[in-house]
């Protein structure tokens, strides 16, 4: 069986347009990256619970976190992502999966007179 998860956050900034929306489409996983215009990392523990008692009410689940995490240049200094990831997302009673989707480090950035290209690594 396939499992469909969606970003929410397109269809509208409000918890209860999106849930609404995906429940109408039979999707019940939400890869979490933003609601009320704030990104998932931003949101406060109250915020947090008022999203958990939403889903878990209609029972909607997680499925990952889309997070920017891996949004900087490989030389760029790791330690504001480090702290994005500390306190409530390592703690015991995190109720999101163990799942945190990131975007790749680019390595060097490439100037042309006509584009600006990134080349990548895995990181």
Request: overall charge negative; some cysteine.
């Amino acid at each position: 069986m396939v499992t469909v998860s969606a970003f929410a956050d397109e269809i509208s900034a409000d918890l209860k347009e999106q849930l609404d929306v995906l429940d109408a489409e039979g999707i019940k996983h939400i890869e979490f990256r933003s609601v009320w215009n704030k990104n998932v990392l931003d949101l406060s523990d109250d915020e947090l619970r008022r999203v958990r008692e939403a889903l878990d009410g209609r029972g909607f689940r997680i499925s990952a976190v889309g997070s920017p995490i891996g949004k900087i240049s490989i030389i760029d200094d790791f330690a504001p992502t480090s702290q994005n990831l500390s306190g409530r997302w390592t703690s015991p009673n995190t109720w999101v999966p163990n799942a945190f989707a990131s975007f790749h480090f680019s390595s060097q950035r490439v100037t042309t007179p006509a584009t600006t290209a990134t080349k990548s690594c895995a990181a």
